[in-house]
């Protein structure tokens, strides 16, 4: 309970002192997990159900008129001689008074009528929920995220290449587009220039005209965009201290001196190159991977030296149901289990996720916006699955959990992640919780992650990369209470599948009486 006050207060404080408007962590964010964008998806489908039903009404009056109009264009008075003799007939002409002057007005109100008024309010009601401008952005950091995290290339994107995976989808004009002119925003000129790249290579949109009209045209500017983003690359690739102001006044300047032919030139030289050389070479100067994306990309050095093997030592539990034991350090001791969480569980976990907030903040960076990391909730109530899961973590572990303690639920999105982090903070460490500070952290894997979404200790090199009903187990804390800093973790951002974790932190307290658990050698490590 404490653990989870200090948390609420924290992004309470949070909220007041770092966004704009007032932050409200229960506002939506359909990019930050799975959850949201499934109802993202769900919202999408009611959209275009409704422009169905509208469009159904469109053709019906279309149908009506058309019959209307096949009634009486017979088509067949084409010279004044024929219609001098329709009109002379009395049938006729009375037909003829007697339509113009008692149908007509029906017909023009008939036309003047909205078509499915109905329809079109409630795709009002549906639009108020499609993502705001905040929620976009974050969606557009996330997609910059995975593509830094990894290294991944606007033109293996752009076709659906995802490292060395094909899947069967595309990035469409638009997708590209946005994203090129988001990274020129923030000032990466280099993958602003390689998506407006993209955009221009990318074959016309079916019905381009059409839809042009509508949403306006890709092309426009696109080629003057992509040049400058280029040049301004280039410029910055020279000299890495030039003054960004004075560069983006050169590439002005150069763009208003060039013709159109000039710049034409430009492009089609600059597109007459390879995707790969010419990513190759306006990224020569790019800084190379941090030890977070090298973890995340799960390139630390290879360990030789781990098992895995069955373990039946734990508990009296164990030696009925020996579980999967696989190393994943020695020291600090870090291993993880297989096959301790079941499909049903997970399937009432993720029933938990009905009140999902947006969490965790990142406290080291006061003056940024913060970061809408992933949709969390806390798993208080007491089910017989909770207990359940309580009881296996005790019969894994050999620690002593309260029914009362708290098990966090989280979900992941369109790149989002959880920065580096202690699972102790200072303050709690020096005043204590009522049990005690977090002396371990199980994770239990709930959800399939087919790329990316490691769990890194980026201190140790150590990268774990989730497994559906696995659980990972470290130590925060030395036998004594003092916290280890090699505990630093972070979650990396998912490429594909949905991210699931259980979080169980076992407290100190508690454990009082059954301390002989906590392999000895950690006490020995600590000088
Ligand atoms: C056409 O519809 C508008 C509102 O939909 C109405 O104000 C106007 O009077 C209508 N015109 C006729 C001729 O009925
Ligand atoms: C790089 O840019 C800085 C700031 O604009 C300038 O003072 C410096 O002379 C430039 N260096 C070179 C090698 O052009
Ligand atoms: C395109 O590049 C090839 C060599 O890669 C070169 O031979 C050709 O002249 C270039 N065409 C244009 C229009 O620059
Ligand atoms: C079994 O797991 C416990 C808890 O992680 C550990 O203390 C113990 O050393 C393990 N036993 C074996 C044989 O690996
Ligand atoms: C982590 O790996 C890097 C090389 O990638 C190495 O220089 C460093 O010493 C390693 N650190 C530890 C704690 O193993």
């Not at 924290?10 to 959850?35: C, F, K, M, N, W």
């Not at 008129?65 to 010279?79: A, C, H, N, P």
């Not at 991210?499 to 454990?511: A, E, F, G, N, T």
Request: proline share 6%.
């Amino acid at each position: 309970m404490q653990r989870c006050l200090n948390i609420v207060t924290a992004l309470l404080l949070l909220g007041q002192t770092i966004a704009d408007r007032p932050y409200d962590e229960h506002r939506e964010r359909y990019s930050s997990s799975t959850v949201g964008l499934l109802k993202l998806l769900e919202l999408e489908m009611q959209f275009i159900e409704n422009l169905k039903s509208y469009t159904d009404l469109l053709s019906a009056k279309a149908n009506t008129l058309q019959d209307f109009i096949d009634s009486v264009d017979r088509g067949t008075e084409k010279s004044l001689t024929e219609r001098e003799k329709y009109v002379s007939n009395p049938l006729n002409a009375f037909g003829l008074m007697r339509r113009t002057h008692q149908d007509w007005p029906k017909w023009h109100n008939y036309i003047n009528n909205t078509v499915g008024r109905g329809k079109v309010q409630s795709l009002d009601d549906i639009l108020a929920k499609a993502p705001d401008s905040q929620d976009m952005k974050e969606a557009l950091v996330g997609m910059q995220r995975i593509e830094r995290t990894y290294g991944l290339q606007a033109y293996d994107l752009a076709k659906g290449r995802l490292q060395d995976r094909q899947y069967d989808t595309q990035l469409s004009i638009r997708d590209c587009l946005a994203l090129g002119q988001h990274k020129f925003q923030e000032g990466d000129y280099l993958r602003a220039s390689l998506w407006y790249r993209m955009a221009l290579k990318h074959e016309p949109e079916p019905n381009a005209e059409i839809f042009n009209e509508i949403l306006g045209d890709p092309l426009k500017d696109l080629k003057r965009n992509y040049a400058k983003a280029t040049i301004i690359n280039g410029l910055m690739a020279g000299n890495r201290s030039a003054n960004i102001q004075e560069v983006l006044d050169i590439t002005e300047e150069a763009m208003l001196k060039s013709s159109p032919a000039e710049l034409d030139a430009l492009i089609t030289e600059l597109l007459n190159q390879s995707d790969d050389e010419m990513a190759r070479e306006m990224s020569a100067s790019e800084p190379s991977p941090t030890p977070y994306e090298i973890g995340c990309r799960g390139l630390y050095p290879k360990r030789t030296n781990l098992v895995c093997r069955y373990n039946s030592s734990t508990t009296p539990f164990l030696r009925l149901a020996p579980l999967k034991m696989e190393e994943v350090n020695h020291d600090p001791y870090i291993v993880m289990y297989h096959e301790v969480l079941f499909d049903g569980e997970i399937e009432e976990l993720k029933k938990q996720s009905k009140n999902m907030i947006n969490g965790f903040p990142e406290p080291q960076q006061e003056n940024k916006i913060r970061q809408v990391i992933a949709r969390h909730a806390w798993w208080w109530e007491q089910t017989p699955t909770r207990a359940r899961i309580y009881q296996r973590i005790t019969d894994i572990t050999g620690f002593r959990l309260f029914a009362e303690e708290e098990l966090n639920v989280a979900n992941y999105g369109l790149g989002t992640v959880f920065g580096p982090h202690y699972d102790y903070t200072p303050e709690n460490y020096e005043t204590g919780w009522f049990l005690g500070g977090p002396l371990v952290t199980i994770i239990l894997y709930a959800g399939d992650v087919a790329q990316g979404g490691a769990t890194i200790f980026p201190l140790i090199n150590i990268t774990v990369f989730p497994r559906k009903g696995s659980a990972l187990f470290w130590f925060n804390l030395f036998d004594d209470g003092e916290p280890d800093p090699r505990s630093l973790h972070s979650s990396c951002p998912v490429i594909v599948g949905d991210r699931w974790i259980l979080s169980k932190w076992i407290h100190m307290v508690p454990q009082m009486f059954i301390m002989p658990c906590i392999p000895r050698k950690l006490l020995s490590q600590k000088e």
